[in-house]
T-cell receptor, first 117, second 112 residues
Framework: GAVVSQHPSWVICKSGTSVKIECRSLDFQATTMFWYRQFPKQSLMLMATSNEGSKATYEQGVEKDKFLINHASLTLSTLTVTSAHPEDSSFYIC?????????????FGPGTRLTVT | KQEVTQIPAALSVPEGENLVLNCSFTDSAIYNLQWFRQDPGKGLTSLLLIQSSQREQTSGRLNASLDKSSGRSTLYIAASQPGDSATYLCAGGTDSWGKLQFGAGTQVVVTP
């Protein structure tokens, strides 16, 4: 099956610093990737839709200046958490849309655990 | 806005029993319905995808049904095993671009 990787798998940073998370589709090209956030014991909440070569579309309530998304190539999307604060600590998961004709199945990365101290 | 609900939140069964997991959604104009498995601290593994034109999908011991008129999907896992212990999430596709609305999940424990 299609493989999506994320790097790093976990990161600890100090409050006020920025952290970049990478999402890669390893064996297919993904024009569309999605970024989700998951708090403990809760489900995934869509943060934004990342389209290659264009600006990301953010969900209501998600600060686009705080969560910078760059989809620079067909296999890579990055999420940068700027000026991180402890409340940004969460599990961040990306997914890539598998481009079968007429289909929109998504494959998910393994997630990145962010802890802001 | 599509809302997805999963009941129960947690379920414990002895090994060998069949599992029945329920998912309900509010908007019958659902694009598709996907079931995922999530192990603790891990990402999601796609189990089954049902397109809006389909009524069910099967893969091995897993069978998922979709009833748009009643706003329900059910995931059946036959002859459960301890390795089936995980959180199972259902997600409704809201458009052709792939946006998903997730339920809160059902945490399953299969005891030996």
């Amino acid at each position: 099956g299609a493989v999506v990787s994320q790097h790093p798998s976990w990161v600890i940073c100090k409050s006020g610093t920025s952290v970049k998370i990478e999402c890669r589709s390893l064996d297919f090209q993904a024009t569309t990737m999605f970024w989700y956030r998951q708090f403990p014991k809760q489900s995934l909440m869509l943060m934004a839709t990342s389209n290659e070569g264009s600006k990301a579309t953010y969900e209501q309530g998600v600060e686009k200046d705080k969560f910078l998304i760059n989809h620079a190539s067909l296999t890579l999307s990055t999420l940068t958490v700027t000026s991180a604060h402890p409340e940004d600590s969460s599990f961040y998961i990306c997914s890539a849309r598998f481009p079968l004709a007429g289909g929109n199945e998504q494959y998910f990365g393994p997630g990145t655990r962010l802890t802001v101290t | 806005k599509q809302e997805v609900t999963q009941i129960p939140a947690a379920l414990s069964v002895p090994e060998g029993e069949n599992l029945v997991l329920n998912c309900s959604f509010t908007d019958s104009a659902i694009y598709n319905l996907q079931w995922f498995r999530q192990d603790p601290g891990k990402g999601l593994t796609s189990l089954l995808l049902i397109q809006s034109s389909q009524r069910e999908q099967t893969s091995g011991r897993l069978n998922a049904s979709l009833d748009k008129s009643s706003g329900r999907s059910t995931l059946y896992i036959a002859a459960s095993q301890p390795g089936d212990s995980a959180t199972y999430l259902c997600a409704g596709g809201t458009d052709s671009w792939g946006k998903l609305q997730f339920g809160a999940g059902t945490q399953v424990v299969v005891t030996p």
